[in-house]
């Protein structure tokens, strides 16, 4: 028994020294591998490279938008009265054109107040007719009151040298004298009276006047018992039926306009500035330089797309929650949109109208003044870090990333960095700065 126990305890101490024995060596290994990794350049390495591109094609982005009404029209009653008829086509969700009846006002005391306006226009012509008689009858009179009053100053002057010669008396000379007065007397009270009719005449025009604006008015009003639809769009709200009484100024309907329409939608400010250096001569203000965008709209996997152009800026405010800018964008015919993808089944539809309150995707086609290249996204690390191949030797860069695009990653140039330039896309283990690499099969990157 002690045999066996001796021969077992030796066993294990045997056992122990050749496990540590190996361990040993397992780390002195590890310890090599790990020094020649650290500080010995990682030379003759084979990578994937492909030229870097220069994109001039711009910069597409898309934003979330909503469809909103170009305007609203709200209908209001001109004039007071019963409704006497209705359209059927002033009901709500039918679509109206411009210039339609809508509805119709009981017309009778219009026409009413219209014939009496007439009336009282004919005779206020008539009353510039009698004064215009009278002035030119008074002015005919003044004549010949100014022609006696010539004669008799005449007279008077006769009578008075001859009561120096004593040839008269003077009592003639007084009748004279008294003859020449009234002469004179007359003149003054017809020419008070051509100046009274020539008032009258300006009063008179001035009623003719007043009157015809009361015509107007009437002719007006009645015109106004016809309630026309003043844009194409569509009814969303109608108020009153037939035989109800409606007051001036009160709601009749509301009228959307359709046959145009606007998306409202938010952009970032890198965004923006995109849109403002698309042209040196661009000012960078409230409105933008003519932007085209495509409105794309999706449905049970179903895509329609509609033509539109950023135009404005939305109030001008900065959303102070999402730090973004509010714009509009003009939305093409809402009629005219075409099918960018047909649902799973294969079937193809006709593209709906564009609708206010859709929620759509716009992308917009923006083209900055500025030097752009391209490279795979797949070539871009962490911390916006690139690896380029020059002359046989790895060279790192940090590089301002614009955008993320379909077809790799849009970044602005710089001196360091050019087109053509070899960006590594394969993985590297322990890349250093001026390694020396080879590069296996040289891809094209597609431009």
Not at 8 to 31: N, Q, Y
Not at 301 to 327: S, V, Y
Request: aromatic share 6%.
């Amino acid at each position: 028994m002690k045999q066996f126990t001796s021969l077992l305890f030796r066993g294990g101490i045997s056992l122990a020294l050749v496990i540590l024995t190996g361990l040993v060596i397992c780390k002195g290994m590890v310890s090599q591998q790990i020094h020649r990794r650290y500080e010995t350049p990682e030379a003759g390495i084979t990578v994937e490279a492909v030229p870097i591109v220069k994109h001039d094609a711009g910069i597409n982005f898309s934003v979330d938008g909503e469809v909103i009404p170009f305007r609203r029209v709200d209908l209001v009653a001109e004039i007071a009265g019963r409704v006497i008829d209705k359209s059927e086509n002033c009901r709500l969700g039918k679509s109206v054109r411009k210039g339609e009846v809508l509805m119709r006002i009981d017309p009778v005391d219009y026409q009413l107040e219209q014939n009496k306006a007439e009336q009282s226009v004919k005779q206020a012509e008539v009353n510039i007719s009698e004064n215009a008689v009278l002035l030119a009858n008074t002015e005919k009179e003044l004549k010949l009151a100014m022609e006696q009053l010539e004669l008799s100053q005449k007279d008077y002057n006769r009578n008075v040298a001859l009561v120096e010669k004593n040839t008269i008396t003077p009592a003639d000379l007084d009748n004279a004298r008294s003859q020449w007065l009234s002469a004179q007397e007359n003149v003054a009270k017809l020419e008070n009276q051509l100046r009274v009719y020539q008032t009258q005449t300006d009063k008179h025009k001035n009623d003719l006047s007043m009157q015809k604006l009361a015509l107007e008015t009437a002719r007006l009003n009645l015109q106004r018992t016809e309630v026309k639809a003043p844009i194409d769009g569509v009814i969303t709200s109608d108020v009153f039926e037939v035989n109800s009484f409606i007051q001036r100024g009160a709601d009749i309907a509301k009228i959307l306009d359709i046959s145009q329409l606007e998306i409202q939608c938010s952009l970032y400010m890198k965004q923006i500035q995109w849109i403002w250096r698309q042209s040196s001569e661009a000012d960078a203000g409230y409105v933008f330089p003519p932007t085209p965008v495509t409105i794309v709209y999706e449905n049970e996997g179903e895509k329609w797309g509609w033509e539109g152009e950023l135009k404005t800026l939305d109030g001008g405010l900065m959303n102070a929650a999402t730090r973004m800018m509010p714009c509009r964008i003009k939305a093409g015919n809402p009629g005219s949109g075409k099918l960018l993808k047909t649902a799973d089944t294969g079937e193809s539809v006709k593209p709906p109208m564009l609708i206010a309150g859709m929620y759509v995707t716009v992308i917009v086609h923006s083209k900055p003044a500025i030097p752009l290249c391209r490279i795979p996204e797949r070539a871009l690390l962490p911390g916006n870090r690139i690896w380029t191949v020059i002359d046989g030797k790895l060279h790192q860069h940090t590089i301002r990333v614009a955008a993320t695009m379909d077809n790799g990653v849009l970044f602005y140039a710089d001196a360091a960095i050019k087109a053509d330039d070899l960006v590594v896309v394969s993985p590297l283990a322990t890349p250093v700065e001026g390694g020396l690499v080879t590069v296996k099969n040289k891809q094209k990157y597609n431009k």
